[in-house]
């Protein structure tokens, strides 16, 4: 099977053909998503290493900010001065 997205102006989008930057916010929800599955009731850190190559601040921004409230501590590894200074 193929990851696809849903669009609601498009309908299913295959994964394949979703831009980069959108490509890299659906990988990294579903490792997130994999994350609270797997570690049950045992809190983790999120180690993250330059995960975003895109230009969207909106985008970013509502990941730092689901990222803050998470109860566990978020290591952000970055060469990324503009999201280095969003954090």
Do not use: C
Request: no cysteine; charged share 30%; hydrophobic share 45%.
């Amino acid at each position: 099977e193929k990851l696809v997205k849903e669009n609601e102006e498009l309908g299913t989008v295959l994964a394949e053909n979703l831009e980069k930057e959108n490509l890299e916010m659906l990988y990294f929800s579903i490792q997130m998503a994999a994350a609270e599955l797997f570690t049950n009731e045992t809190v983790f850190p999120v180690i993250l290493d330059d995960i975003f190559h895109g230009k969207n601040q909106d985008k970013l921004m509502a990941v730092f900010r689901w990222l803050k409230k998470q109860p566990r501590q978020v290591l952000l590894f970055t060469n990324n001065k503009d999201m280095a200074d969003i954090f």
